[in-house]
């Protein structure tokens, strides 16, 4: 009675095995976590079945270390997107992500393909800025800042200019993650209608944002008279006024709970600064002074809070480099107002430049940047193995094919190297019938031969292919594993060959 339920169980898991033997992938992934779409562009490729962490999960799909996708050509791409929609899923990740401006395949493809949704061309894009579309629990406290840019005469151009950039990623970094009003100027350049230009209301729209960067560009470069010294006192008293105030009947409102003023400042005469007057401290918010350059005046007196929030740069590259301290003091820690010296508070934490994420939609086959890398499905891949071609003939093969005559017509496979012959029985047969037929059929044969037992993935590849080639209507065939009559939960190769293939011990117990 034990014996044959322990035959049937063998009869259930050979189907489960086998239905899907044209797939010459299906065997790498454990079917519970992920699906096969087959090989596609010469790899297997499979998608998981449930939303996961993109960055760390195809090694856990199966037995064989995944990657995730890379896409190399359009073709790919398509079949890939046509297989997601078959598969009921509606968007994946791929391996592809984003430092900075830096995009790269995580498994090293060099491949420059891509297909970004808003500018499919281009190669390794940089973020596309959005504004945020986190739930409202999620995204950060809301924020009105102010911008100020040194376009003063003897501010170097390239140290204006990479203020204006710095403040045009702070945009787009800062939005993609919650709520945010702008309002930029650049001080130290006069126009015939300066007010308008100079010092804008605060926006909250993304894209008019950017034009407010553009419109400042171009002033400073085409349309601009740049005074000295810099009159530091009535600046202060204007952006009191305008900006730094929460009434509602404000020349500049906000709308934000918080304000932060970022300064930068190149060239300062330490004279017109002892005359400025400081700002009035609001609660929780900041003002942060960039003193850029070794030869401009300590403007630190005018942070709030007091003496905490200057940053001292020497280069554009240094300019370059602020995101993440002036996002962190922004959206750090609340304010304090407790006098201190010059350096920035060790405790702070500094917003990193996350990693992007991307993914697939299956709908239109684009690729979109996810600033969140949230779970989702995730495309995974994988090369099967191509047996290296043997450096030179086969020896044995010339001598005499141990295999193959006309009383046997077994075959051997060199590329599996291991002196072992096969062959596919002509009838279909049950598995207690299988099991002598091998016995019997060929007395002539050297050693007695048994169900075959498959020992390597190389094998069991080789065995699935030579079993389609030569019977391709049918799906499956036996072989020589059953369950140990003795031992139900143990599992044996009939030859006796030890160390039962990994594989089928999965799929068994699932
Ligand atoms: C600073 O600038 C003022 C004009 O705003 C000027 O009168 C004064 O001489 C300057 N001081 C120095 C040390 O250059
Ligand atoms: C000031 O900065 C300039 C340009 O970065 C550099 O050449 C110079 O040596 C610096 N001077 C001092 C005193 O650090
Ligand atoms: C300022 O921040 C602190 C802690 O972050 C918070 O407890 C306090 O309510 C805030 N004050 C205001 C007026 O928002
Ligand atoms: C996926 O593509 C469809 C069709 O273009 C579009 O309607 C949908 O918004 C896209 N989904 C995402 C997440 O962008
Ligand atoms: C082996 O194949 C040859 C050629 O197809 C055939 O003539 C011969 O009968 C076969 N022998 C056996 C034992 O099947
Ligand atoms: C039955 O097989 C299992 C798995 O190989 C093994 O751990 C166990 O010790 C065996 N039981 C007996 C009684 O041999």
Redesign the pocket.
Same mark, same amino acid.
């Given at each position: 009675m034990k014996y044959l339920f322990s035959l049937l169980v063998i009869f259930y898991s050979y189907l489960f095995l086998f239905i899907a033997s044209d797939d010459p992938c299906s065997g790498f992934i454990y079917p519970a976590t992920a699906k096969s779409f087959g090989l596609i562009g010469g790899k297997c490729i499979f998608v998981s079945t449930s939303t996961l962490n993109p960055l760390s999960t195809c090694g856990h799909l199966g037995n064989t270390p995944f990657t995730t996708l890379s896409i190399d050509s359009n073709a790919d791409n398509t079949l890939i997107s046509k297989a997601l929609v078959a598969a009921g899923v509606q968007n994946a990740a791929i391996g592809y992500t984003g430092k900075g401006d830096i995009w790269k395949w995580d498994n090293g493809d060099p491949t420059t393909y891509s297909n970004w949704k808003d500018n499919p061309n281009q190669v390794h894009t940089t973020p596309t800025p959005l504004r945020s579309t986190l739930p409202p629990a999620n995204q950060r406290k809301s924020v009105a800042i102010v911008f100020a840019v040194d376009a003063t005469l003897t501010s170097a151009n390239a140290f204006t200019f990479a203020q204006l950039d710095l403040i045009s990623e702070l945009v787009d970094y800062m939005s993609a993650r919650g709520p945010t009003e702008f309002a930029i100027f650049a001080y130290g350049c006069t126009k015939q209608d300066p007010f308008t230009i100079q010092y804008p209301y605060f926006e909250s729209d993304y894209l008019k944002v950017q034009k407010m960067i553009e419109d400042l560009k171009n002033t400073i470069l085409n349309d601009c008279i740049r005074v000295n010294p810099l009159d530091f006192p009535s600046m202060f008293n204007v952006q009191e006024n305008l900006y730094y105030n929460r009434y509602t009947n404000s020349p500049r409102p906000f709308n934000s %709970?918080?304000i932060s003023m970022v300064y930068f400042s190149s060239t300062t005469n330490a004279t017109n600064i002892g005359q400025a007057r400081l700002l009035y401290p609001l !609660?929780?918010s900041s003002v942060i002074t960039v003193n850029v350059g070794n030869r401009s005046a300590d403007v630190s007196s005018f942070t709030i809070p007091y003496r905490q929030n200057n940053i001292k740069v020497n280069s554009v590259e240094d300019i370059q480099n602020l995101l993440p301290t002036i996002d962190s003091i922004i959206y750090g !820690? %609340? !304010?304090s107002s407790s006098s201190q010296n010059f350096v920035l508070n060790s405790n702070r934490v500094l917003a990193t430049t996350d990693t992007i994420c991307s993914f697939m939609n299956a709908s239109d086959g684009f690729w979109y940047e996810d600033f969140e890398c949230a779970k989702r499905n995730v495309l995974c891949q994988y090369f099967l193995p191509t047996p290296e071609p043997p450096p030179r003939e086969n020896p044995r093969k010339d001598v005499v094919d141990l295999c193959d005559s006309e009383y046997t017509n077994y075959t051997m496979f060199d590329i599996l190297d291991n002196d072992r012959c096969y062959k596919l029985s002509v009838q279909k047969k049950t598995f207690a019938d299988s099991e002598t037929t091998c016995i019997t059929d060929d007395t002539l044969f050297l050693h007695t031969s048994k169900l075959a037992s498959i020992l390597t993935r190389d094998e069991q590849i080789q065995l699935d292919s030579f079993a389609v080639n030569q019977q391709p209507e049918e799906g499956m065939f036996w072989f020589g594993l059953k369950q140990d009559p003795k031992n139900t939960s143990n599992w044996i190769y009939i030859n006796g060959d030890p160390n039962v293939l990994h594989t089928w011990q999965m799929i068994k117990n699932g």
């Open positions: %709970g918080y !609660s929780n !820690s %609340g !304010s």
